[in-house]
């Protein structure tokens, strides 16, 4: 077996310059843990990752090449070397970037979950009451109706769609719709008295109905 050298006085040279006292210390610095710091004192610093060998010449303030050349005598192909840091640094930041965006998403999907939660009955019942306050414009309410717009619009940022209008007659749809009163088959005519939304793909609540007037 080939004799192991030790670079332990050569690294800690390096380390007064700078004013670390300890390895533990040139660890916490630098980010590279003790195991990989114990490599590049016993001559195994070409089985360091590149990305700590860069944070280790900051840590040292010495260039990558001269820690190279110090502690090993395998030559340094700094393009080489130069090349799989860069792509393990961007294949990092590129892990963390994606669990980041991972983690808003689910932090905003739970947001909004709630929110909704909370405005369920508001969901329910304004629309029916803004409908009822534009048939009859005498009412006092109909002036209150152009200060929920701002809300109404978040609902359509986050992808709220109402079923339908309050008022509305459209075909029966049992999946989508709740009858409240008289009976209906799938197909048949319903008016919409309350508006049912979906969430992106998720049916929130359905649209409650009854049966449309017959046209004489």
Known sequence: MPQTQDYTHQLQQLMQRVGISSFKALSRCSGVSQRQLKRIRTGEISQMRPQDLIFLSKALKV??????????TVEFNWAT???KASSALQQEYERLQAQLEQQR???MQEFQQQSLQVLESWLL???TAAYAAQQNPQLGA????PLLRPVEQLLQQWGVEAIAPVGEEIPYD???HQLIEGTASAGDRVKVRYTGYRHGDRLLFRA???PAPRAD
């Open 63 to 72: 260039p990558v090449s001269e820690l190279w050349s110090n502690f090993s």
């Open 142 to 145: 109909v002036k209150l109706l």
């Open 81 to 83: 070397e130069s090349e």
């Open 174 to 176: 049992p999946q989508v």
């Open 125 to 127: 019942q304004w629309p």
């Open 105 to 107: 998403e689910s932090l």
């Open 208 to 210: 409650k109905v009854s």
